[in-house]
């Protein structure tokens, strides 16, 4: 028998089907994506919050300071209870002068970390802001308008919800921003 006709070897795969850059790059990536999700599922990966602070010395004193505030402002009558615009605005003008007290406390408190100072200063830049936007809610009611406070944006969060988010993470519920307005 001549090599020509022999008969031709049997494919190793369906009629037409080969191995090309195409299939390959496929194949790799479907391997990389299971073995990322498989690894993000196991329990190697970090499952820490960012904004947690390592220094627990700091959330602890500032609970302390924060909680002294919240019970000053609650010890107030409620904002939305008061007879007219003019003595709403003065309830809200008491609240925030407490909480300009307890941002000046926590500023005094130490952070051993220069990062997670920076973290703090942030924070307490937003409680800053937050004490601003206190300060317009009252100067709107002595004008007469009654509309709901307005909050600063940043990003794509209010101030409040920045405020109130680094506290939870850094377990001070006491520093959440209160709901006195």
């Avoid at 627990?56 to 302390?64: G, K, L, N, S, T």
């Avoid at 300009?100 to 500023?107: Q, S």
């Avoid at 317009?136 to 007469?144: D, I, P, T, Y």
Wanted: charged letters at 25%; one cysteine or more; proline letters at 7%.
């Amino acid at each position: 028998m001549s090599p020509s006709s022999l008969p031709a070897p049997a494919p190793s795969g369906p009629e037409g089907w080969h191995w090309n850059a195409g299939r390959i790059a496929g194949l790799a990536i479907t391997v990389a994506l299971a073995g990322f999700w498989i690894w993000a599922f196991s329990p190697f990966p970090e499952r820490g919050n960012p904004d947690r602070m390592s220094d627990r010395a700091f959330p602890a004193a500032a609970e302390i300071v924060c909680a002294e505030a919240h019970s000053a402002i609650e010890a107030l009558p409620a904002a939305n209870t008061a007879e007219d615009f003019v003595a709403r605005a003065e309830l809200v003008d008491q609240g925030t002068i407490v909480i300009r007290g307890m941002i000046a406390d926590l500023r005094a408190l130490e952070v051993d970390n220069d990062e997670e100072q920076g973290w703090v200063d942030a924070w307490l830049d937003d409680y800053d802001t937050y004490a601003d936007d206190r300060d317009s809610f009252a100067v709107r009611l002595r004008a007469g308008d009654d509309r709901a406070p307005t909050f600063t944006v940043r990003g794509v969060e209010g101030v409040p919800t920045l405020v109130t988010g680094f506290a939870k993470v850094n377990d001070m519920s006491s520093c959440e921003v209160p709901g006195d307005v």
